[in-house]
């Protein structure tokens, strides 16, 4: 079972939620693309209103060519900066599990 920091996680947030953004952290933390998810959820947070609303908007476009399950519900989630900061904590928590797993030194 994974194991949250329950300091940071906003309280609007279900437990259900928590478990879709952990597994959204894990397949960013998966993909290598740690520190250009970061930046851009950082440089992003400010409009995540802004970005929200449009989610909403291209999502009938979205849906007819891809099956997103949960697209609606993450534009719904991430509509808060709080909880685009808890994504970002916990892509940070999850390399940093992985980096102390493999022994590694460097910072990233």
């Known amino acids: 079972m994974d194991t949250i920091v329950k300091t940071n996680i ?12 952990t597994r959204i952290a894990k397949r960013i933390q998966q993909s290598g693309f740690i520190t250009p998810a970061v930046f851009f959820l950082e440089m992003g947070k400010p409009l995540a209103l802004l970005g929200s ?10 849906n007819a060519f891809i099956q997103a399950d949960g697209y609606y519900r993450a534009a719904e989630i991430f509509e808060e900066p709080d909880n685009i900061e808890f994504l970002i904590t916990e892509i940070e928590r999850l390399d940093k599990e992985d980096s102390e797993t493999r022994g590694d030194t460097i910072e990233r």
């Not at 309280?11 to 478990?19: A, F, G, K, N, T």
């Not at 609303?53 to 979205?62: E, L």
């Open 53 to 62: 609303h449009a989610m909403v908007f291209f999502g009938p476009i979205i």
């Open 10 to 21: 906003p309280q609007s947030l279900s437990e259900q939620d928590i478990q879709f953004i």
